[in-house]
C-alpha cells in the first residue's frame, strides 16, 4: 500500500510543481490540477478496495494520515478555484470579500475546536472511531458529507482533518492575496500625479494590445476592469472606448499607430545607448 500510494503522490506532486512555475497561475490550469487530483484519488479508491487492509492499524494509517494529504489537495485547489472565480472586482470589493473568506475559515475552526486539539496534539485514542469505517458514532457530531459518501473509502473524520489541512494552506494562500492588494493600493497612492497627456486613442490602443497578450492577470481580466484601471491610474477619463476601438479598427493604413511609435521609439533608444 506504501508504496502505490508514495509513487502516486510523489508523481502527483511533480505534476502540479510543473503547472504551479507560473507566480499566478490561470483558472484553466487550476481546473487541470483538480483534474490531477481527481484521477489520483480515483486511482487510489480503486487500489484501496481491490486490496483492502492487512489490519486495523493499517486501516487507522490510511484513512488518518495518507488519504488526508491527498484529499486536501483537492479542497484546497477547489477553493481557490471557487475564490478567483466568484471574487468581485476591485481593490476594496475584493479586500473585504477575501476578509469574509478568513472568517468562514475562523468559524469552522471555532466549530471544530475539540476535534482541531485532537489532531494538533497526535492523540489516538480515538482513531478506532474516527479513522476506521463503519464505526460511525453520532455523538462524534458527523457532518452531511459522511452520510452521503462511500463508505467503503470513509471513515467518519478523514475528510475534516483534509479540510484542516486545506485550510492551513487557504490561510496562507489568502493572506498573500490581501498582503498582494494592499501593496498594490498603496502604489497607487503613491503614484497620484501621474496623468496620461497622450490621445485617448492612444492609449486604447496600447490597453487593447496588452489585454489580447495575456500580460496582466495572465489574461483573466475584462477588458472592462483594464480600460477602468488605466484611467484611475493615469487620470483619464476615455469616454466610450468601445467605440474608439472600432474607430482604430476602420484605419484603412496604419492601425497599429500608437504601438509602432513605440517600436520606432525603443529601438531608437537602444540604437542610441549601443553606439555610446
Known amino acids: 500500500m506504501e508504496k502505490f500510494y508514495n509513487e502516486g503522490l510523489k508523481k502527483l506532486e511533480a505534476e502540479i ?10 483558472i484553466e490550469k487550476i481546473e487541470t490540477i483538480i483534474q490531477l487530483i481527481i484521477n489520483c484519488v480515483s486511482d487510489l479508491k480503486e487500489f484501496i478496495l481491490n486490496r483492502g487492509f492487512k ?6 494509517r490510511f484513512f488518518k494520515y495518507l488519504k488526508p494529504t491527498i484529499l486536501s489537495k ?28 478568513l472568517r468562514e ?27 476506521v469505517r463503519g464505526n460511525h458514532d453520532f455523538k462524534l457530531n458527523l457532518n452531511t458529507y459522511y452520510f452521503e459518501s462511500d ?10 482533518l483534509a479540510k484542516i489541512m486545506a485550510n492551513d494552506l487557504l490561510q496562507v494562500y489568502i493572506e498573500t492575496k490581501l498582503e498582494s492588494l494592499n501593496k498594490t493600493q498603496l502604489a497607487l497612492e503613491s503614484v497620484k500625479g501621474l496623468k496620461w497627456t497622450g490621445s485617448k486613442v492612444a492609449l486604447t490602443e496600447l490597453i487593447y494590445a496588452l489585454h489580447t497578450q495575456h500580460v ?28 474608439t476601438f472600432l474607430e482604430i479598427k476602420r484605419r484603412k493604413i496604419n492601425r497599429t499607430k500608437f504601438i509602432d511609435k513605440l517600436r520606432e521609439g525603443l529601438n531608437k533608444k537602444i540604437e542610441e545607448q549601443d553606439d555610446n
Open 17 to 26: 510543481s510543473e503547472i504551479e512555475i507560473e507566480v499566478d497561475i490561470s
Open 55 to 60: 489490519n486495523e492499524s493499517e486501516e487507522i
Open 74 to 101: 483537492l479542497i484546497y485547489y477547489n477553493t481557490i478555484y471557487k475564490i478567483e472565480t466568484q471574487k468581485p472586482h476591485g481593490t476594496k470589493t475584493t479586500k473585504k470579500y477575501l476578509i469574509n473568506k
Open 105 to 131: 475559515l475562523k468559524s469552522f475552526f471555532n466549530n471544530n475546536l475539540e476535534f482541531y486539539k485532537y489532531y494538533r496534539t497526535n492523540s489516538t485514542y480515538l482513531d478506532d472511531k474516527l479513522f
Open 151 to 160: 463508505h467503503r473509502f470513509t471513515t467518519t473524520y478523514d475528510y475534516k
Open 216 to 243: 496582466i492577470n495572465n489574461g483573466n481580466i475584462d477588458i472592462k476592469l483594464l480600460a477602468r484601471y488605466c484611467e484611475r491610474l493615469l487620470d483619464i477619463d476615455l469616454g466610450d472606448y468601445y467605440h
